[in-house]
């Protein structure tokens, strides 16, 4: 079972005689061993909202701090469509996961931007139906590193790993990932909400692009992103409100749709094509009041 309440366990650390170091919040080792090659603390700065952490708030989780609740709340306050949009995001990963299973005979995934776990992750969607699925995860921040052991208990047929890694490296990303998954047979490359954390200094389409050239023919592209053409106003104000309390090396850029769409130039997109994360494939007609949400789409590489 994964653990929850990590947030609500973490304290800020204390020198042997000396005053709390405001915000900062060593974590054992131990709990690293076997993921992190070297021994050292591994500190999460509580006093800075962290992405992850607000998205898991957004979605009703308790492994987040009270920066990131403020800043939660604040594009709330901005955008009330933040938390629907939240959620109807992660049921689009439901829906994406297993459609790619059933109906695409996917058996393998590459999960970037992983988040903090919660209930329905990729490996227990994908093993409930074909338990031999392999799963990589990525992510790079401390608290769901310290998720790791949670997220590596796949089923006996089908081992998941978790690496901790950087986005804006895709060939170390890619090395890794190949000790746990077989790259000359199909992968689905899974990526929701994580690329608008790439500036586009950082040219986030050529990375995707990277990934996709490594992956087999059959392979599948599953991405997610907030859109800055959907309540534009809205949404430019939770963009400057979000980076200027994100920390260091955060940053967030809503995109277009046509924007989203590049990341599958090379690839053929099932119907429904681009569309709003509720619109895709949904389980049930979408309500016409539903609010806006993210723009998502899967395709093939052929």
């Known amino acids: 079972m994964l653990s929850r309440g990590l947030g609500a366990r973490l304290r800020p650390s204390r020198a042997p005689g000396g005053p709390v170091a405001r915000g900062v919040c060593p974590l054992p080792y131990e709990w690293f061993r076997g993921i992190l090659p070297e021994r ?7 006093s800075v909202a962290h992405s992850a952490r607000i ?32 959620r109807m995001n992660r049921a689009f990963l439901a829906r994406a996961v297993r459609y ?19 209930a329905g992750n990729t490996h227990e969607i994908a093993q409930s139906i074909a338990p ?3 799963v990589v995860y990525v992510d790079n921040d401390p608290i769901v590193l310290a998720h790791a052991r949670a997220l590596l208990t796949g089923t006996a047929e089908g081992p998941v790993a978790y690496l901790h890694a950087d986005l804006r490296e895709p060939d170390a990303i890619l090395k890794d990932a190949a000790r746990t998954l077989d790259f000359s047979q199909p992968v689905a490359l899974t990526m929701l909400m994580v690329l608008h954390m790439i500036p586009d200094a950082d040219n986030p389409h050529a ?16 991405l997610s992103h907030p859109p800055n053409d959907i309540l534009p106003d809205h949404v430019m104000q939770v963009q400057q409100r979000m980076n200027e309390r994100l920390g260091p090396g955060q940053s967030m850029t809503a995109r277009s749709r046509d924007d989203v769409a590049r990341f599958f130039h090379t690839l053929d997109v099932p119907e429904p094509g681009v569309v709003q994360v509720h619109q895709w494939r ?21």
């Open 132 to 134: 031999q699925t392999r």
């Open 207 to 222: 990375i995707v692009d990277r990934l996709l050239d490594a992956l087999a023919p059959g392979s599948y592209l599953a």
């Open 100 to 118: 790619l299973v059933t109906e695409c005979g996917i058996r393998q995934f590459l999960d970037i931007g992983t988040g903090i776990p919660s």
């Open 282 to 302: 949904p389980d049930r007609l979408p309500d016409p009041n539903t609010p806006a949400s993210i723009w998502c789409a899967v395709g093939r590489k052929n």
């Open 40 to 46: 050292g603390p591994v500190t999460i700065d509580t």
């Open 55 to 86: 998205y898991d708030y957004l979605l009703g989780g308790k492994d987040n701090f009270a920066a990131d609740r403020d800043a939660a709340d604040q594009m709330v306050a901005a955008l009330p469509n933040v938390r629907p949009a939240s």
